[in-house]
């Protein structure tokens, strides 16, 4: 009877912490340039490596749904390492340089870059 209890006792506990974990991630939907499957690859890959543990995704919405630890990594090392290869996201844009190195079907419409987002880069 005792060892009953202990192993309830022991799984309830070990259940309350599984979920505390859960839910100390962080998540963010973000838009993400880029246009097919090699694309899908490089930006969750971009994104995992700048601390996402999911990173996903749609190639049709080009929205990127990430959870991270947020005593790790933030949306912006995210975002910014999105755009180290070469993909723009809503906050970050992506250098010409990395986005030159594209393949050539990874080559989106890029938007103008604006005069705050130029003067940012410039200094």
């Known amino acids: 009877m005792k060892l009953f209890i ?3 006792i022991f799984f309830f506990a070990a259940a309350i912490t599984v979920n505390a974990q859960s839910t100390s991630l962080k998540k963010d939907t973000l838009k993400v340039w880029g246009e097919c499957g090699m694309c899908k690859k ?55 340089e990395a986005y030159d190195k594209l393949h050539e079907c990874c080559q989106y419409e890029r938007k103008p870059a604006d005069s705050a987002s130029a003067k940012k880069g410039s200094h």
């Open 42 to 96: 490089t930006i969750e890959k971009s994104a995992k490596t700048a601390g996402a543990t999911v990173a996903n995704w749609d190639t049709e919405t080009k929205m990127l749904v990430i959870a991270y630890d947020p005593k790790k990594t933030d949306n912006k090392k995210i975002q910014q390492a999105i755009a180290g290869s070469g993909y723009d996201t809503r906050d970050e844009r992506a250098s010409k």
């Open 6 to 8: 202990f192993l309830s």
